[in-house]
């Protein structure tokens, strides 16, 4: 069970957790991409970050799966460079082109309103060139 307020690495805790469970059923095997630096001219630079995870499915045939997670504690996630990277979409899109299942899984927080109350609720939104919106969105970003 998930619970109702969750920082951003918990969540990713939790599907790296979910992962090993899976993998260790032989359904899938899951990887996390973690932070890539690189040492030049005496200095530690960060790479371009990649999405958060990537797999295997071992069934039906073997596809690959790129995933970035988010939380999000307000009512809507904000598309923005600052809440996703335009690279990692760029790097979802590519992959998506090649038959990897792609996607954007975000996890929203319970919030408790003044006349209401929204339960945690996760969903995964897929990120495929069939969708135009997605290169808009890297197109967006890459002329700013």
């Given at each position: 069970m998930i619970p109702e307020k969750l920082k951003g690495v918990e969540f990713e805790a939790l599907l790296v957790e979910a992962a090993a469970k899976d993998e260790a059923a032989g359904r899938y095997t899951m990887t996390r991409a973690g932070v890539t630096m690189s040492h030049q001219n005496g200095q530690n630079i960060?790479?371009?970050?990649?999405?958060?995870?990537?797999?295997?499915?071992?069934?039906?045939?073997?596809?690959?799966?790129?995933?970035?997670?988010?939380?999000c504690a307000s009512a809507s996630?904000?598309?923005?460079?600052?809440?996703?990277k335009p690279q990692q979409v760029e790097h979802l899109l590519k992959r998506s082109k090649f038959g990897a299942i792609s996607f954007i899984v975000i996890h929203w927080t319970a919030r408790q309103l003044v006349k209401s109350y929204d339960p945690a609720r996760t969903?995964?939104?897929?990120?495929?060139?069939?969708?135009?919106?997605w290169q808009a969105f890297v197109d967006a970003y890459k002329l700013a």
């Open positions: 960060g790479v371009a970050s990649k999405p958060d995870f990537e797999g295997i499915l071992s069934f039906p045939t073997g596809r690959q799966f790129q995933i970035e997670a988010k939380v996630f904000p598309m923005t460079k600052d809440k996703i969903g995964a939104i897929p990120v495929t060139d069939e969708d135009p919106r």
